[in-house]
């Protein structure tokens, strides 16, 4: 059964189905991203997509529409991400000079949403070019507790991890194009993986499923080479990568990566590092002691569970301001706004708490409640009250979107309290903040303290460390740098919140917005 796939351009590829398939299930197979927060479920609308088939043209969820021969679907264009860090991005601007036997090695971070990918000079220990692309795991759910769901059968580890490698290769193939000449694994002299432990598991080809369960062992701690996985009967060499040591299931190498990049281990200075994605992970120490945690905090800040939600590309709302009493959106590219990402999502609901458009419990008001300029960018939405962000009406967040942003910012709040709880300081203690990921990168502390995400105190403590996991992956091409993060890993201690009573108190606590 064939399944025509017609790209935004026009261009047209062909896939292989089977009767009785899901247009979602095809499109895996066929090696077509597609973002399914929910994992198929139906459930969240992640993957609407354009459709034209025996019953006409229209919008439909893939995971719900039985695939039928001839049928032809139109996706998202998912292109080349922006990666966090300005010495990179500037970098992959230029071609990469230097003989045929010029030496580099390969710097990967591995996230539940996105792939960054780095060429480091080996001789010059310098980034010479970088590229962002989608995972394409985000088809089988938008969180690693899907994922492991997904992997639990043979069949199901198998489509996750081939799902991630042809990522991998694809993005590689993408940062040749970026550097100007072309690069294949067999080009790269070493290379250095961080991510979150679960991706981890993924990349080597391990199943993670006892990490979904209480006490969520990882099979492997990692902190050393493994060969990356590889379909059987793949040609070209297996590729042997340097897999960043874990500290837990959910405090993965990306931290340990970021925290080597911090400067924790190295610093009398307290610091409070946090990476704000799907899991909340987050440390506070010095040179003298470092204690780790990781929140449910859900992937609502990733853009997932929103219902225009979307990563940070071309037309993603990503700032959200106040002019003249108005609101005012900016987006990825300065195109026409189609979604909202992270960094707008914050902005937005600190907007409107700031213009009463939502109180202390988050209630969003109604249009008759609010005064006659704001009422007009307040409606119905498939029976839910929303606010539109923009003029044009066209990007609008929901009640249950600000409801998940509560729900996100009080695991994050509660959990940076217990941190400090438990090593008995205050936020007078804490010399800096650390925003590290690509939501942590691109954030606003002002934003991030009015909706009570991070206390008021530390607002202007906070510095933003770009992709910190991808730096911290590129020092591990070095020995010396894997002997720093394996250190690191060592000397964290690990606080499991999951069973923590003064983290449940403070999780409730944290679910208002301060008036």
Known sequence: MDVAVQSRDGGMRHIEAEAGQTLLEALRKGGVTMFAPCGGAGTCGGCRILVHDRAGAGYRLACQTIVEDGMVAVPDDLGTLAVAGGDAAAASEQAVSGADDARFGLAVDIGTTTLALHLVDLGSRSIVASV?????????????????????????????????????????AALGRSAGRDIGWEDLERVAVAGNTVMKHFAAGIGPEPIGAYPFAPPALFGEERRLWQADGRTGRPVRAYLAPVVAGYVGGDVTAGLHVAGLARSPKLQLYLDIGTNGEMALGSSGRIMCCATAAGPAFE?????????????????????????????VGGAEPVGICGSGLLDAVACLLDLGIVDETGRLLEAGEANRDLARRLGRVQGQRACYLDAGRRVYLTQGDVRSVQLAKAALRAGMETLMDEMHVSCDDVGRVALAGGFGSHLRAASAARIGLIPAALEHKAVSLGNAAGKGAAAALFPEGRAALEHLAASCTYLELSTSTAFAARYLDAMGFEA
């Open 303 to 331: 853009g997932a569970n929103i219902a225009l939600g979307m990563p940070a590309l071309r037309g993603a709302v990503s700032a959200v301001s106040i002019e003249d009493g108005e609101l005012t959106v900016a987006t």
């Open 132 to 172: 962002g692309r989608v995972n394409p795991q985000v088809a089988f759910g938008s969180d690693v507790v899907a994922r492991i769901g997904s992997a639990s059968s043979a069949e199901g580890l198998e489509a996750l991890c081939s799902a991630l490698r042809d990522g991998l290769d694809d993005a590689l």
